[in-house]
């Protein structure tokens, strides 16, 4: 295999350093319409800072979803009705 020498490997492993290969991909919700406890899916390969859109499995209503990844790999999530802040 060959090696590269441009850099780029040791730029990616600057900003996304490898620790101990941790990082949580589920988090536990309460939605805001129905009540309801769900277990979703975080993917930290989104990077650090995430904002998306999700609708409940129970009541399909959306969400408005707000994930941060820590350097340890733990995961922030908040949650809450897509008509209002989160």
Same mark, same amino acid.
């Given at each position: ?19 101990? +290969?941790?990082? =949580?991909? !589920?988090?536990?919700?309460? *939605?805001?319409? @129905? ?6 899916? %975080?993917?930290?390969? +989104?990077?650090? =800072?995430? !904002?998306?859109?999700?609708? *409940?499995?129970? @009541? ?6 707000? %994930? ?19």
């Amino acid at each position: 295999m060959a090696s590269r020498s441009d850099g780029v490997d040791g730029d990616l492993d600057a900003e996304f350093s490898l620790g101990d +290969g941790t990082a =949580e991909m !589920e988090a536990t919700v309460v *939605c805001p319409y @129905c009540g309801e406890s769900l277990t979703i899916a %975080v993917d930290p390969g +989104g990077g650090t =800072e995430q !904002e998306y859109v999700e609708d *409940c499995e129970v @009541c399909c209503r959306p969400w408005a979803v707000r %994930v941060t990844y820590e350097a340890d790999g733990s995961a922030s999530v908040e949650l809450g009705a897509t008509d209002g802040e989160l």
